[in-house]
Structure formats: structure tokens, C-alpha cells
């Protein structure tokens, strides 16, 4: 069964930290590469950071650059995606979910490439 399954998630003072993870399997983990997304209330899903299938290329947003690290582990039976995230901000509150994309043929893939997403993750920043 493929899925993704997120954790990490959780109720932060601004400033704080929060390390999200993101583990896939049920698929043939190293073709696919893997984007951090967000959606908070009322807006529009948008893109935090990507990682290529082997964990050697990554891109960041605007949204959060500088303040965020995406890594990569690759097992023989699943995949760990982590998002470091620090100096978070009240706006920075949004379910964060994890996604994955085979044979984009962009870089960073497009959000509509991506098939296979998790259920996401709660992030609540506090002031």
C-alpha cells in the first residue's frame, strides 16, 4: 500500500523550532521525489521545499527560505523526508503535508505533478 505518513507537527512559540518528518513506502521510493506543501486557513496551498529522489538536489520557497532545511534519507523499504524548521512565525500556521512526484519533467516539479500526498500535519505557531 503506498502512503505518506507526516509527524512532527505541533503548537510552538514564535520563534521556536519544529523538525516535521515525512516517511513514504509502498512504492519504488527512489524514483520519486519528495515536496514539503502548507495550506493555512483560508489561503491557498503553496510549496515550502523539494527534494530530488536521491537526496542530492533540494529547492526552497520564498516562503520560508533561510529557515528551513529539507534532508533525505533513502532505506531499502521506505524513505524519510525531514523539514527542519526554525525561527518559525505566527504566519507560518498551517496543516503541512508531504508529497511525492515521479518523472517531473521540472525542476521544482509543479504542485499538479505531484500524486501521491499524506494527510498532513497541524503546525500552530503562537505569538
Known amino acids: 500500500q503506498v502512503q505518506l505518513v507526516e509527524s512532527g507537527g505541533g503548537l510552538v512559540q514564535s520563534g521556536g523550532s519544529l523538525r516535521l518528518s515525512c516517511v513514504a513506502s509502498?512504492?519504488?521510493?527512489?524514483?520519486?521525489?519528495i515536496g514539503w506543501f502548507r495550506q493555512a486557513p483560508g489561503k491557498e496551498r503553496e510549496g515550502v521545499s523539494y527534494?530530488?529522489?536521491?537526496?542530492?538536489?533540494?529547492?526552497?520557497e520564498d516562503s520560508m527560505k533561510g529557515r528551513n532545511t529539507i534532508s533525505r534519507i533513502n532505506a531499502k523499504s521506505s524513505v524519510l523526508v525531514e523539514l527542519q524548521m526554525n525561527g518559525l512565525k505566527p504566519e507560518d500556521t498551517a496543516v503541512y503535508s508531504c508529497?511525492?512526484?515521479?518523472?517531473?519533467?521540472?525542476?521544482?516539479?509543479?504542485?499538479?505533478?505531484?500524486?501521491?500526498w499524506g494527510q498532513g500535519t497541524q503546525v500552530i505557531v503562537s505569538t
Open positions: 509502498g512504492f519504488v521510493l527512489d524514483r520519486y521525489a
Open positions: 527534494v530530488s529522489s536521491t537526496g542530492d538536489t533540494t529547492y526552497y
Open positions: 508529497a511525492a512526484v515521479r518523472g517531473s519533467g521540472t525542476w521544482p516539479p509543479h504542485e499538479h505533478d505531484y500524486t501521491i
